[in-house]
């Protein structure tokens, strides 16, 4: 079994991670910054106190070994003054009662008395003692001090050898003693202060556990306070969440009086104001809607009255006088126009009421263009067009609503029989990884760039005055637009006059998950192939339109380069 | 003897439009403006085929549509001005057999109505054909497992009958739409999406996990194995 700590990798993230956290939690930040404040103070407070207890200790027990090392240094110089001292007592005997005085009157077994050296060498003067504690300890300066120094106390810090091999911290006295007939004798006393040195690191240990607790105490109650702090904007915060998320009566509880609670009142202002309002749209939008609803069943019924109507009396026109007959056709035309027209207003309205519903599918789009060139076929050959279909890709089902898109298809077909003039038409069909693409080529009257602009527009015709073969509404391109909005694909248009023009649909592989590129090239890979001595610089003329980009609002040269407009 | 047509319609001009042309084809129209008394008139007059209008006043059209199909397979063509499909779905789950969006087209009117009333067309050489663990008795309209009878209409039953009398055939929802509704053009395939619906739920044992009717992803149904 593996854990995460044994992997390699954990410890790289854990920088990171951390930053992540500091930057995140306003907890985490405040707590550290006042843990990081308060260990200074801590530290600094401790040191100080550390450090003149340590000097309090110090000072006081070097007092008290001055006070000692006095008191007993002028208990033995009295008691040696005092004595009677002929020359035969022998030397090393005074010095020995006069060491034992002293030890007498000391607290410390560390003594030591050395011959002022330079003195008379003559006299046999007791040798020189030292307790085993003092051997070596004793520097030449203090010695040199003491030996100029008359009945004044020198005194020097030593590391006294400890038991084990370890030091301990003491002091050492030194003062003249006069031993009468003998001479000057330096006399050390040792005072060893390792009681005084655990003294102090008791003090200090306790000082430093104490420091921690406070640390710690010190964070765990900013912890607690930050969070009282930090909740009502973690509410606040999660309640803005759930309402961005679709939930309009969710509100912030209010109470008491203070910046929280405004807080409080101003985000429920703010929410019941934006509730009232999408409530008010949403209502519109319902009214809008089943206003379209309710027309179209009230149009509709009696305009099927109508149409049945004509289509009888249209069956029967042969048994009519000519005038008659040729009204027949004429009302049995229009009544077909109007139907086809009062349909595109009514899907146009539902898009603009945002009443769409997609019904997708799983659908081979080069079987849907089959199909739809085979509906077209005869009309393509009644106007002497050639209609193919080249399909080098787009054989796999893509998610659409198949009704909408053949739809499309048909409407562009068309569109490209009427104006093609009579040259062939040309559906091609091909997908890359993101998108699946579908162009419509005819090589007839083409636009210019002033109709490319225009040519989604609602009811506008290229050329009023053309003869209309086919009959459209002037909607068609407008509906087939945003039945491309609807499936997030593109509708595209290049063309150019003389050379025809080229619409392209793509639309994406995976619903409503962005196009990269489309599989197909617009402008198309023959725009420049015309004649360009009969139109002139037919490609400088070309012009590109994106229809979903201006439906968007983008700048339509966004993708395309605008070659320029015609003068 | 002619086709006897129900029009149930409460617009007065379009139901005497609807009886003048179905007169000249050659049916027998009757007619019913109020929704509360269709059934009533359905039971009295027994129609060949009714033609019925969604938005009716007194009962609404989909609660006539599911009363008369609850009496009897007669075939059943909805009319409505309404084309979205949360209606047009709604509508046929209640029994219709097909819609016709307003305005329609008097011919595609009437040659719907004659492909519903056409005796069964394509007669399979076996009299009785097996699919799944039903057994189709094609002779006399009727589908039983073991010895329960199970009630179709007659274009539920044609459904059935199609996929069982080619057992191998992966049926596309097209060739459904020409075989069994006599569609000759590219027509709405939701019709045959509900109506498969429904057949599943009268003919599965679990309408979830299908076994005689089952569909073939990307393409269309088939007839299950028959065990």
């Given at each position: 079994m593996r854990y995460r700590w044994m992997d390699g990798r954990w410890w790289r993230q854990l920088p990171s991670q951390l930053v992540g956290v500091w930057r995140r939690s306003l907890q985490v930040r405040t707590v550290a910054i006042t843990l990081l404040l308060t260990g200074i103070a801590i530290l600094v407070t401790g040191i100080y106190m550390a450090l003149s207890i340590s000097n309090d200790l110090y000072q006081s027990r070097l007092d008290q070994a001055l006070r000692d090392s006095s008191r007993a240094t002028t208990s033995a110089q009295s008691t040696l003054n005092a004595s009677d001292v002929s020359?035969?007592?022998?030397g090393k005997n005074l010095l020995n009662s006069t060491l034992q005085t002293v030890q007498g009157a000391t607290s410390s077994r560390l003594i030591a008395a050395y011959r002022v050296p330079?003195?008379?060498?003559s006299i046999p003067a007791p040798p020189d003692r030292a307790s085993p504690g003092l051997n070596g300890v004793i520097s030449d300066e203090l010695r040199q001090q003491v030996q100029n120094g008359g009945t004044k106390q020198f005194y020097q810090s030593v590391a006294l050898p400890a038991g084990n091999g370890t030091t301990d911290p003491g002091i050492v006295v030194g003062t003249q003693l006069t031993l009468p007939s003998f001479g000057h004798y330096e006399l050390y006393i040792g005072y060893n202060l390792r009681d005084s040195e655990n003294t102090l690191l008791f003090v200090q240990g306790t000082l430093l556990l104490a420091g921690f607790a406070l640390i710690l105490l010190i964070g765990a109650i900013t912890w607690v306070i930050v969070r009282f702090a930090v909740q009502p904007i973690r509410v606040a915060a999660e309640t803005s969440e759930r309402l961005a998320a679709g939930d309009l009566a969710v509100r912030i509880p209010e109470h008491g009086e203070d910046v929280f609670a405004s807080l409080a009142r101003s985000f429920n202002g703010m929410a019941d104001s934006l509730q009232s309002q999408i409530n008010q749209l949403a209502t519109l939008s319902q009214l809008q809607q089943r206003f379209v609803s309710d027309v179209s069943h009230e149009l509709r019924t009696p305009l099927t009255t109508i149409r049945l109507a004509g289509d009888v009396i249209y069956d029967q026109?042969?048994?009519?006088?000519p005038a008659t007959e040729r009204t027949a056709e004429l009302l049995h035309t229009q009544i077909e126009r109007f139907d086809r027209l009062l349909s595109d207003l009514l899907e146009i309205s539902r898009y603009d009421a945002g009443s769409v519903a997609l019904d997708p599918e799983p659908t081979n789009l080069v079987r849907l263009a089959d199909d739809v060139v085979d509906e077209l076929r005869t009309l393509a050959e009644q106007n002497g067009s050639e209609l193919r279909l080249d399909a080098p890709g787009g054989y796999f089902d893509v998610g659409m609503d198949p009704r909408r898109i053949r739809r499309v298809v048909r409407n562009l077909i068309g569109n490209a029989i009427e104006h093609g003039d009579g040259k062939p038409v040309v559906v091609t069909v091909d997908s890359n990884e993101s998108a699946v693409a579908l162009t419509v080529r005819d090589y007839g009257i083409g636009m210019s760039q002033q109709e490319v602009n225009h040519v989604?527009?609602?009811?506008?015709?290229?050329?009023?005055?053309r003869k209309r073969t086919?009959?459209?509404?002037?909607?068609g391109l407008a509906i087939s637009l945003e039945d491309a909005t609807l499936h997030s694909g593109w509708l595209q248009v290049w063309s150019a006059p003389g050379a025809g023009s080229c619409f392209r649909l793509t639309l994406p592989r995976v619903s409503g998950k962005e196009i990269?590129?489309?599989?197909?090239?617009l402008p198309p890979?023959?725009?420049?192939?015309?004649?360009a001595a009969a139109t002139g610089a037919a490609a400088t003329d070309a012009a590109v339109i994106d229809g979903g980009a201006r439906v968007h609002g983008h700048a339509a040269d966004e993708q395309f380069t605008d070659r320029g407009a015609r003068a | 003897m002619n086709s006897r047509i129900l029009v149930v319609d409460d617009d007065t001009a379009l139901a005497e439009m609807i009886g003048i042309v179905l007169r000249t084809e050659g049916f027998d129209p009757v007619f019913c403006e109020d929704g509360a008394l269709a059934v009533d008139i359905f039971r009295s007059s027994k129609p060949d085929l009714v033609l019925l209008d969604?938005?009716?006043?007194?009962?609404d059209g989909i609660e006539v549509c599911s009363r008369i199909r609850a009496e009897s397979g007669t075939p059943v063509i909805m009319l409505t001005a309404k084309s979205d499909t949360a209606d047009v779905v709604k509508g046929l789950e209640s029994g219709a057999d097909d819609y016709m969006v307003k305005p329609f087209n008097p011919k595609e009117l009437v040659a719907r109505i004659k492909t519903r009333l056409r005796p069964a067309s394509t007669v399979p050489a076996a009299e009785q054909l097996r699919i799944g663990d039903l057994v189709v008795d094609v002779a006399g309209h009727e589908v039983k497992r073991g010895d329960a009878r199970i009630n179709l209409t007659p274009l539920e039953f044609d459904l059935l009958l199609a996929l069982a009398s080619k057992p191998q055939q992966v049926f596309t929802r097209e060739m459904l739409l020409e075989q069994?509704?006599?569609?000759?053009?590219?027509?709405?395939?939701r019709l045959v999406n509900v109506h498969v619906q429904r057949l599943r739920a009268k003919v599965e044992q679990d309408p979830d996990n299908?076994?005689?009717?089952?569909t073939v992803r990307g393409v269309g149904y088939r007839a299950g194995a028959v065990t």
């Open positions: 020359a035969s007592d022998s330079g003195q008379d060498v026109r042969e048994s009519f006088p989604f527009d609602r009811f506008w015709r290229a050329d009023p005055s086919i009959g459209g509404t002037g909607l990269a590129s489309s599989p197909l090239p890979t023959d725009a420049g192939a015309t004649d | 969604l938005m009716l006043p007194g009962l069994v509704w006599g569609y000759h053009y590219k027509a709405d395939t299908p076994k005689i009717v089952m």
